[in-house]
């Protein structure tokens, strides 16, 4: 504990909740476990609901005259219709369409932008852009925490604190609600598959009334405190950047593709990059796999991917799926594998080759 | 564990040698305790030497024509002089000059510079400020992984390793020195006051031979696996991103103004910042303090530092010193107070304020 690694404003009710483990992002503190074995998080989280504290999902606000001219820079997804009430997920690249971020971009007013962004400085790329680029621009990091309510649940405690209205949001859609005297943006989102929804938290002093709120509400439901759960978010086709892509991967390797303008109409860093890459057709692209049926261990570097004696990609992400009793991994496949239902096998370190196959997401 | 957080070539032996908890700095495993109390750590690290696995102090490689123009755009320092085999302590900034990093700068060729960095992705905002500008360079992380030796006899395990030239090397100077069939650079320097060196180890696969090689080395002088030792930096007035500074801070509130051009000399984005700010001033600026006789707790938040009954400042890193046999802190003061040997007292939380004074750096 430092105040370089910074606090939440719900660190302090995780810790009460008798959170047994945190990890790092966007140099802030993420609850990782609260005692009890992946196996009944996950099913209770796709059963139930259950309170994220994901204020590591910094929020990066881009203001200004030339601000939707930065935000399409860094984009090969056409931003220009953009508007209040929709997120939008986009990845975020240099120039050669190497993955530098995967945020979720709300589009707040004309000139006013905010991304809730995955592990990486994305408002220093902004900032250099901006003042290498002479753009008229103010980049900043608003007090604002994400709070997640994930789960089938979710919707009715959520409700429950901010009115019935937010049950009338589509999927990544977004408005503003009260709470504590103050208006919030909530949005129909998060990084599970079981439905749920994100706070926007405006003013981090808020943080401990919202949690109990939230908590209280949820009791009826059986709420419990969470966090992003390995196995479902493999098995729901949820990436993760530095687990499971980064800058030395394209857009099109994550499946992006569709999302990417590639016909030039759009003025981003990577224009030259994604139509050269749409034109020549990308190599490899991440795959769900199952593979095993005893858990295998704790992945913490890339495992070789086997298709006979042909090097098929490699698994970047891998859990035992309780559901499944098979190991579920995101893996970066080999266009000669990359087919679901492709028989392939894992290098498990020190356990030999493990048959399984490719898979769609999500992984059924 | 995860790929997202990265291992270093040492992870391995660290782990081997009993690490009991890790922090994370720039996405990398840092080890932070072996299971020995911090005093008997501090002891060691001045009397003897100990070994730092600071893979984390990621290296950011920027070549190509405009680097050098690059390089100046980030910083107030003057680089135009620098130059093979002394490196730079520069304070990295954004146009108001505020703090984003304050790497260790070297110049490998008139077209080539390495950042030795804090825990920001300083890649990205050269990669932005690159991209925005259309500067003709490339931004990169090179298979580069910094080691420490530090301590009174760490030149005597360095020198027995990489051979007795080592010993020539003035403060922050560095020369190429071979180890396992490559070369690679090895600088005096390091974040400790007790003297050592830094081994920038090029190619992961060496890691381990080069830790073990050290160990053995080491091994009449007492070495030890160890780490950034808290109450040793304070008391060296080393300096922590995150902790002591961030974006909002400037230069001259590190006491680094003597490293600012600040005649507009020189062709950097805060030039009219740090020029202003030399007219106009600065208000407050990093000191030492000494206060309290009995360990304080864990700082992890700002505490308030008061003069009589106004608010003189804060402190951001607190540690007990087993030399003083009293706390001493970073602390970001105010001008009023900041003369060292002002009488202050520090607001611990739950436990009052404690008498101390403020001191100037290193802290006697």
Redesign the interface.
Known sequence: ???????TPYTGRVEAAGVTGF??VN?TLLPKAFGRPVEEDYWHLREAVQLWDVGCQRQVEITGPDAARLVQ?MTPRDVSQARWGQGLYVPVT??AAGM?NDPVLLRLDADRFRLSIA????A????????????DVAVDEPDVWPLAAQGPRAGAVVAAVFGQAVLELPFFGFDRFAFGGRSHLVARSGYSRQGGFEIYLEGFELGPALWDALIEAGRPHGIRPGSPCLPERIEGGLF????DFDRRNTPFELGLGRLCATDGSVAC?ARDAVARIAREGHRRELRGLVFGTAPAP?????WPVWQGDARAGEA??VAFSPRLQANVAVAMIDRTAWEPGTRVAVEVPGAGRWPGRVSAFPID
């Open positions: 504990m430092s105040r370089r690694i910074r606090r990890t790092v140099h820079w240099d120039a530098i592990d990486s400085d994305l220093l790329y902004a900032l250099g852009l901006a003042l290498g680029g002479g753009l993760s950047l530095g687990n860093l704790v992945c913490a570097e890339a970047t992400s």
